[in-house]
């Protein structure tokens, strides 16, 4: 004689497996929608406040750095000043002035080869004039100059190379492109935008 007394136990037991089974697959679908949202609102809430405008905020000081930049490179060499300025943004970690200074080199005719050899400039000196390694090594010391000060050498080579007055803006474009590089940095500008054009 067949045992009919536990099939229907055993069908409510499957059933109420099945159901409890689905509950938990809905808890955690809930919950992982829960944790998505949470993750989201984390996301959004650590997205950093917008900084101050500084051309707003202190005109008379951005003023300054505009006439800062413009006096520094009159007579300069167009080409060279870009290669100063993208080399400075490399070493500050700048992307809204290395993105920049790119395109403004690219417009005025610089070469991609050049471009992309201006962060490995010592291991590409052939891609670089004489005149132009010598303004780079200068770039590179006055830029870093908590480290090792300007070496002598190293001036002693942008000395040979430019005339006192022609040095004296180079040393001044170097001054102004870490100046921006430090006010964009510090207001948080975003690399692809260019508040010239806007």
């Avoid at 045992?3 to 499957?14: I, K, M, V, W």
């Avoid at 803006?169 to 430090?182: D, E, M």
Wanted: hydrophobic share 50%; glycine share 6%.
């Amino acid at each position: 004689m067949t045992n009919t007394t536990h099939a229907p136990a055993a069908a409510t037991t499957t059933a109420a497996a099945s159901a409890a089974s689905t509950t938990t697959a809905a808890t955690t679908a809930a919950a992982a929608a829960g944790g998505a949202a949470t993750t989201a609102a984390a996301s959004a809430a650590a997205a950093p406040a917008p900084r101050l405008d500084f051309a707003k905020a202190a005109p008379r000081v951005f003023k300054a750095v505009i006439g800062l930049d413009a006096a520094a490179r009159d007579g300069l060499d167009p080409a060279l000043v870009e290669l100063i300025q993208i080399r400075a943004s490399h070493l500050n970690g700048c992307a809204y002035c290395l993105h920049m200074h790119t395109n403004d080199a690219r417009k005025a005719g610089e070469s991609e080869d050049r471009l992309h050899m201006v962060a490995v400039w010592r291991e590409a000196r052939n891609f670089f004039t004489a005149k132009e390694q010598a303004a780079l090594a200068l770039t590179d010391a006055v830029t870093r100059v908590a480290g090792a000060g300007v070496p002598d050498e190293v001036y002693a080579a942008a000395a040979a190379h430019f005339e006192e007055g022609e040095l004296a803006q180079v040393l001044s474009l170097i001054l102004a492109i870490n100046t921006w590089n430090r006010i964009a940095l510090a207001t948080g500008k975003v690399a692809g935008t260019d508040e010239r054009q806007g």
